[in-house]
């Protein structure tokens, strides 16, 4: 039998069909992979904090850490102040500045 215009248009139904279903597992398996690499990058830092943590604790245990831990902590809030009190913009200065009544 000769091929027909109907069964031409099923062929051409079926390979459409045929595209937009590989096209949607193509969509999804780009979204699995997004997921993964989300999924990966979580664990890989959540593993990285645990073992600064880990560092942090062998470091500072005795009397020789618990003075390291007060100079950093020192070192923290001495910086945070002079980051404070010289930061640009937004607060007053001691001089210089326009005066308020």
């Known amino acids: 039998m000769a091929p027909s215009v109907s069964s031409a248009l099923g062929d051409l139904l079926q390979s459409l069909a045929a595209i937009g279903t590989s096209l949607l597992n193509s969509v999804f398996a780009v979204f699995q992979a997004i997921l993964a690499l989300i999924q990966e990058l979580v664990g890989s830092l959540l593993q990285l904090a645990q073992t600064l943590f880990a560092f942090a ?21 001495g910086g945070g102040y002079y980051w404070y009190t010289h930061r640009d913009g937004g607060g007053r200065t001691r001089s210089g500045g326009k005066r308020v009544a």
């Open 57 to 77: 604790a062998n470091l500072l245990q005795g009397a020789v850490g618990f003075v390291v831990a007060n100079f950093f902590a020192v070192a923290l809030v």
